[in-house]
């Protein structure tokens, strides 16, 4: 469809959204669409309303999607919709009087600082050029924070030695610039020479044996493997590093502005859930050592 395809590249190029982004924006849509096509015969912007919106909703929850997920399109379809007011094919926004269902707070996991102590101290790593890179990813990850996206773009020219801090390309093309710790440059010390031996061509700090960019896949690979070495949480994945890197800083007294700047958080009230697993943590603490609890 022309309007969708017009949307998502107003996404792209002027919205600057990421890839990831614009794959589930056009996905939410095309199911939409279908469920006009099925319901109502015909897909007609026009002619929508939030009858239609909510019954699509409903829909959604019959077949057992989750609340979260639903609420994500239903805020493609708002998104949308406002695209289409800016451009005059419809007079209001038919998904701005649908309620997105609630949703229960769910906690992020987190990896306890001394397995992961464990994980970067006590020599789990081979010293060949993928054990040296794994532990290079997996110390980043912790170390500062990032989202897999931004590990896997980063740029030889992104990482300043002297300086501690590498530069990140967030959310929306934004750059921010945040600090490593210093065993992270010994570990980008091990790993350059090795990467040159490799001979690629790609400015990329992270590439494969065979000297090109490391890909989703093998992150997640590398973080899994590692993980499952020192935890046995279930989900062990980038974003649990990344999780750990935020609820650690809190733990140990970071001020909550200077962790959602370091995150790259548009706002805080996405830092805030960080308090929330530091809370649950002074909780258990309080159960196991008040002799009343």
Known sequence: MVLVADYIKYLQYEKRCSKHTLVAYKKDLDQFI???????????????????????????????????????????????????MREDVVPNNPAQLVNTPKVAKKLPTYVREASLNQLLDLGIFSHNFEGVRDKLMVSLLYGTGVRLAELKTLTLNHVDMNGYLIKVLGKRQKERIIPFPKEVKSNIE????????????????????????????????????????????????????????????????????????????????????????????????????????
């Open 34 to 84: 279908q469920y006009m096509n099925d319901v109502v015969g015909d897909f007609n912007v026009k002619a929508i309303t939030s009858k239609h919106i909510r019954g699509w909703v409903m829909a959604l929850m019959d077949q057992g999607v989750n609340p979260r997920s639903v609420g994500r399109k239903i805020s493609t379809l708002k998104s949308f919709f406002r695209y289409l």
């Open 190 to 293: 091990e790993y350059l020479p090795l990467r040159e031996e490799i001979n690629g061509d790609d400015d990329f700090l992270f590439l494969t044996s065979k000297g090109k960019p490391v890909y989703d896949k093998l992150i997640y690979r590398v973080v899994n493997k590692h993980l499952s070495m020192v935890t046995t949480i279930k989900k062990k994945s980038p974003h649990v590093l990344r999780h750990s890197f935020a609820t650690h800083l809190l733990n140990n007294g970071a001020d909550l502005n200077a962790v959602k700047e370091l995150l790259g958080h548009a706002n805080l009230s996405a830092t805030q859930i960080y308090t929330h697993t530091t809370f649950e943590q002074l909780k258990q603490v309080y159960k196991q050592a008040h002799p009343r609890s």
